[in-house]
């Protein structure tokens, strides 16, 4: 099976189009004539109401700065950056949590009555992005962050998480102050106990942290790809079991977790400290039908 996945991605490898190699099944890439105000008016492929705090609007979490291009965005296509604040409560109940997320979909106003709205979680798909920190806006590594992850269709679980800092646990045994600036891809959280890190590497300062999660969902594997700045993805190991059933919804973006001990609802409990400006840049959203074993490692010239 790998070798077979190998040599379909080298028969891949030195196509360099304007294109992606293998066919979208969402792209999420921000024109660059868009703004957070096209989010907002249900314009770009992403759910114009969730996930932000009460009252807030994408025009007000949204950032586009100027950092270079990500490996798969075109010259069509622009870095976004997602911030958090005291005010990005979600629903304005959630206080144990500081959360803006933009839910990538398949084609601007898709949502659950769209027939197909499973495909993005389905048979083997490529989930591509593109990472980058913000020392202006800078995070608190002694909390844990969720960057990216796929939260089930009854938001029972997260079947994978892109996230940095200290892990959430009881105190900071969890993790230390040397690994928190790390960034790392976490299996499935359906027992909070059992849930692994599955790939990490040093989260650097100033450079695209460039991701690819090959999700097969009727194997229920993860495959973890990884290049920085415009270097093409290479595999970080073979598959690994995780499960992945439960459809859902991906989500790009900071999730921050409380910090505390004994809590029995960190949605609602720990604590967060406030005056925060923190952000996150991405990049190179998109996911691509994987089920032929096509991922594009560096498809943008
Ligand atoms: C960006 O430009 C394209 C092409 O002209 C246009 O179709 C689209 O509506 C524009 N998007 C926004 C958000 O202005
Ligand atoms: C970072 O988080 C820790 C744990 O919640 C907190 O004690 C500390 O005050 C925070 N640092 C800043 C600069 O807010
Ligand atoms: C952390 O570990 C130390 C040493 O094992 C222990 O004394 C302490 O109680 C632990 N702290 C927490 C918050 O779990
Ligand atoms: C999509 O997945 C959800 C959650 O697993 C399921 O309830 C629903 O029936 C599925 N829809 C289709 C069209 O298969």
Known sequence: MASRSFIKLLAFLPISFAEATCPLTMDNRFPINSTGASVDAGLLPFNSKYDLGEDQTWAQDLQFPSVPRSLFDG??????????????????????????????????GDASTDPLVNTTTSGVQTFHLSIMRDEIRSLNYSHEYYLSWLESADFSRDQFVVGTGTLFGNGDNVTTTQVAQTLYVRSNNVNAD??????????????????????????????????????????????VSNDLSGHGSFHVGLLKKPTGLGLTDITTQGFQESGINEGMIFGGVFEEDSSSGCVSLSSFG
């Open 75 to 108: 010259s069509d296509d622009k870095a976004f950056e997602v911030t958090i604040s005291d005010e990005s409560i979600f629903q304005g109940t959630q206080t144990g949590f500081r959360r803006t997320e933009l839910l990538p979909q398949r084609a601007p």
């Open 194 to 239: 059992s849930q692994k890190t599955l790939w990490q590497t040093p989260f650097t300062t100033e450079t695209w942290h460039n991701v690819g999660l090959t999700l097969d969902f009727t194997r229920n594997t993860v495959q973890v790809f990884y290049s920085k700045n415009s270097a093409p993805l290479t595999s970080q190991g073979p598959a």
